[in-house]
């Protein structure tokens, strides 16, 4: 559309409207006061009709949803409630991906899950979802060898994960006890860390919430009442040229509506 008729629009549109909404300063428009009063109203509409537009689209056509999680998210909470977003948007195809790396290393992703201050650069985020941590071990290991305080933490292998190795030292320090000279079992993953802990070959913090069906099964049991360590949060990720996408909103929306829901 040339200049000329993107003036003959305005000019019919402000003839419409009975008064001018934009200020001309030589080869510059510029919106009037009431102008910017009439945005800031209808902004909000033509919002809204964007997104009952994607919405509509979604209906007809198939989508994709690039979604990457943390390994361990995405076993124990994402995987477990992802068949309700389905459900909710059967024409969505979602791609699901695990990586503990950062996301300036990622091919690309819509969505991506990761724990952190929730600072991402060129992204829009959202926390959703708090953890912490606590010892946690089979039950058949804690009647074997009980566990009374940190202390007879001594008398057990204490489960590591390679992603969070400073997890034991920070518990035992809020706890008050030592933690030098513990026998100790390492794992590149955390979850198989957490599996593990199941099958009875030592103790592992285990986070609340993603361990929840473990000890409400009984798989899992917690020997002590504390400490619990309060870790760093799960936030959704979005790079900013996707984040307005009416689906990535809604997947957004969604998650923050399962962890409210528990």
Partial sequence: MTHGAISRQIAAFEAWLGQPVFRRHGKRVKLTDEGRRYLATIEAAFDSIARATDQLR??????????????????????????????????????????????????????AIRRGPGRWPNCTSGRF?????????????????????????????????????????????????????????????????????????????????????????????????????ATLSYWWIAPRETASNALVGRFCAWLDAQAQAG
């Fill in 58 to 111: 979604e209906t007809g056509t198939a989508r994709v949803l690039r979604i990457n999680a943390l390994p361990t998210f995405a076993m124990k909470w994402l995987l477990p409630r992802l068949s309700r977003f389905q459900r909710e948007a059967p024409n969505v195809e979602l791609k699901l991906s695990t990586s503990n790396a950062p996301l300036g290393s990622l091919d690309g992703f819509d969505v």
């Fill in 129 to 229: 979802l708090d953890e912490s941590v606590i010892p946690v071990c089979s039950p058949a290991l804690l009647k074997r060898t009980p566990i009374a305080s940190a202390d007879d933490l001594a008398r057990h292998v204490l489960l590591h994960s390679d992603t969070r190795p400073d997890a034991w030292r920070e518990w035992f320090a809020a706890a008050g006890a030592p933690m030098k000279g513990r026998k100790k079992q390492s794992f590149d993953h955390f979850y198989l860390a957490l599996q593990a802990a199941v099958d009875g070959l030592g103790v592992a913090l285990g986070p609340l919430p993603l361990i929840a069906d473990e000890l409400a099964s009984g798989r899992l049991v917690t020997p002590l009442p504390g400490p619990r360590i």
